[in-house]
């Protein structure tokens, strides 16, 4: 009987290189090997605190969010994937953020929650919806509903010139005027109350000319700080000498010359009540014509704008 050699019987064992989960080193420096791309990303961070590489073999860019259906990386797969507010739609065809189609795919964004289907953009208001998307702001004032711009689809406040006010947002803004915001005012070097007031700046823009004046009966320049916080020159009444309720009570018929109660703020010396002709009206103290509407004179002692 021939006796084969031990030897013989050994069979040559090849090692085959895998990647299981714990085989880190390879995974990094072969993030690509099939072996690799079967792990899933996220949850088996690898020793260096970094998440592997995914299915998709890792997403980034335009096409952030793998789709591990087909492992290829993508815009999106849902609308919460898209970010933009200007392309907030995810579009399960192309896989990519596009323009919005309606109100749901920009309730998530907060600052502008309304589809304006013109353009596909998130905006904060349309036309259609400036009753629930721009409500009055809460005061204790008689409510001021605010309306949407439709050029800017921003919510706009409805109050002008020297009208009473508790925040930025509830003055109007003026293609044709300029800004105006809500302003701390004085009387006779006494705090006051707040009123919209126009920005100097935003008035030389809306004409197109940069050396433009303030507009009468708010002629004087004061730089101030708006309750928005906005520092800038605006223009204002003459405060030294009356206010805003006794400058909108211009030209209103009143008692008599002795009562001044009917021409400007209760209690304060604001308004005169002066003869014009057969009648009474209210008027106010003036440094000059500025001071007063267009084409109203300054005149008499003292010194007001008159009437008629």
Not at 132 to 156: G, L, M, S
Not at 161 to 189: A, K
Not at 223 to 239: F, W
Request: aromatic share 4%; net charge negative; proline share 8%.
């Amino acid at each position: 009987m021939t006796i084969k050699p031990a030897f013989a019987f050994l069979v040559p064992v090849v090692l085959l290189s895998a990647c299981p989960t714990e085989s880190v080193p390879f995974c990094e420096s072969k993030p690509n090997d099939p072996a690799c791309l079967a792990l899933d990303a996220g949850a088996d961070a690898q020793t260096d605190g970094q998440a592997d590489a995914g299915p998709c073999g890792g997403c980034s860019g335009d096409t952030p969010v793998c789709d591990e259906a087909t492992n290829r990386c993508v815009g999106c797969l849902q609308d919460t994937q898209c970010t933009d507010p200007a392309a907030p739609r995810c579009n399960t065809e192309s896989n990519t953020c596009s323009p919005c189609m309606d109100d749901d795919q920009c309730a998530r964004f907060s600052d502008t929650p309304v589809c304006e289907t013109g353009t596909g953009v998130c905006v904060e208001c349309t036309e259609a919806t400036q009753e629930a998307a721009c409500p009055p702001i809460e005061n204790d004032r008689p409510a001021v509903n605010r309306v949407c711009n439709v050029e800017t689809f921003e919510c706009e406040g409805t109050l002008g010139f020297c009208q009473r006010c508790v925040s930025d947002e509830e003055c109007l803004s003026n293609d044709q005027v300029g800004t105006f915001r809500c302003i701390p005012l004085e009387f006779d070097g006494m705090p006051r109350d707040n009123y919209c007031m126009l920005d100097l700046e935003s008035h030389r823009a809306a004409l197109d000319d940069p050396s433009a004046n303030c507009p009468p009966q708010q002629f004087a320049q004061r730089m101030r700080t708006s309750l928005g916080g906005v520092e800038a020159l605006y223009c204002v009444v003459r405060e030294a000498n009356t206010t805003c309720e006794a400058v909108l009570s211009f030209g209103s018929v009143c008692a008599e010359d002795t009562v001044a109660e009917d021409c400007g703020a209760s209690g304060l010396d604001d308004g005169v009540c002066r003869q014009m002709g057969r009648g009474f009206a209210c008027t106010y103290e003036c440094a000059g014509p500025s001071d007063c509407p267009d084409g109203v004179a300054c005149d008499n002692a003292p010194r007001t704008c008159n009437p008629f």
